[in-house]
């Protein structure tokens, strides 16, 4: 699973956690950047998914404060959605009747959060164990606590938390990114989960030269740094690449053959 993604589509998308193909830029989640924090009483429960084979599934334990958070040790900018919207596939057990919030927060620990309540449930969510996409304006969200920082692109200039979840419920949470625009992408053709494989390349770590296994003459290798930016396009015309231009580090590759896409993440030794 991968967090966060630069688009450069008509709109513009930031991933969270989300298989979605159209979402095809991301950061890699746990890559010793990004991270999927659970604290004090949630537990996984029973897999179940949105779209494609992964998923969070939570059940809190009773008594006991409950939340979770996807983050980066590393401030990123989200400006570009002030106007925008955060995209949001959620289902709550009917038996989950207490208060939750989600929300996200920046460097500062300044948070803007969307209260859900037993008696008030927003944007069309229902608590009755079937998913929901919700379509959250950004500017909707307010100040986690009462004279807080109202939210404004200088503070989302230096977001760390995308998203967290903070309440007693049994909660599953899938394709969440953020969005320029409010139209939800399809899930129901060629899912990412089905045209999405493992890119398979060596040596790795690897030094100036690397080997592709399977590509073909015309496939497109794009190459990001682990905070989403591209650093790197290029067109197969045999199974070897250049990294000499490649300074150390850690980078996500992938591989785009028609509507197929295969990743991974590469490590450049020298």
């Known amino acids: 699973m991968y967090l966060g993604l630069l688009s450069s589509r008509a709109?513009?998308?930031?991933?969270?956690?989300?298989?979605?193909?159209?979402?095809?830029?991301?950061?890699?989640?746990?890559?010793?950047?990004?991270?999927?924090?659970?604290?004090?009483g949630f537990t996984s429960t029973t897999r179940d998914v949105l779209l494609g084979n992964n998923a969070i599934n939570w059940a809190p334990n009773m008594g006991t404060w409950n939340g979770g958070a996807i983050q980066s040790d590393e401030a990123v900018d989200m400006s570009r959605f002030l106007d925008g919207y955060l995209?949001?596939?959620?289902?709550?057990?009917?038996?989950?009747?207490?208060?939750?919030?989600?929300?996200?927060?920046d460097q500062s620990d300044n948070g803007w959060i969307v209260n859900f309540t037993a008696s008030e449930e927003p944007y069309g969510f229902v608590r009755d164990g079937e998913w929901h996409r919700l379509v959250i304006p950004l500017?909707?969200?307010v100040p986690?606590?009462?004279g807080g920082t109202d939210m404004s692109a200088e503070t989302l200039q230096k977001t760390t938390i995308f998203f967290f979840l903070v309440g007693n419920v049994t909660v599953s949470l899938d394709?969440?990114?953020?969005?320029?625009?409010?139209?939800?992408?399809?899930?129901?053709?060629s899912s990412a989960f089905a045209r999405t494989k493992t890119l398979s390349f060596f040596p790795n770590p690897a030094g100036n030269v690397l080997f592709i296994e399977g590509g073909n003459p015309g496939d497109r290798f794009l190459i990001y740094t682990t905070r989403g930016q591209q650093v790197d396009?290029?067109?197969l015309r045999n199974e070897t690449?250049?990294?000499?231009?490649?300074?150390?580090?850690?980078?996500?590759?992938?591989l785009v053959s028609g509507e197929s896409i295969r990743s991974g993440l590469l490590m450049k030794k020298q």
Request: no cysteine.
């Open 11 to 40: 709109q513009d998308y930031f991933g969270i956690y989300t298989e979605i193909y159209d979402v095809i830029d991301f950061v890699a989640l746990n890559d010793g950047v990004g991270h999927l924090y659970v604290w004090n």
């Open 87 to 105: 995209h949001l596939g959620m289902k709550v057990s009917p038996e989950s009747t207490e208060d939750f919030k989600i929300g996200l927060k």
């Open 139 to 141: 500017l909707e969200f």
């Open 144 to 146: 986690e606590n009462a």
């Open 175 to 189: 394709e969440i990114y953020y969005s320029t625009s409010d139209e939800l992408l399809e899930l129901s053709t």
């Open 233 to 235: 396009q290029s067109v």
């Open 241 to 254: 690449l250049d990294l000499s231009h490649l300074e150390k580090g850690v980078y996500v590759v992938k």
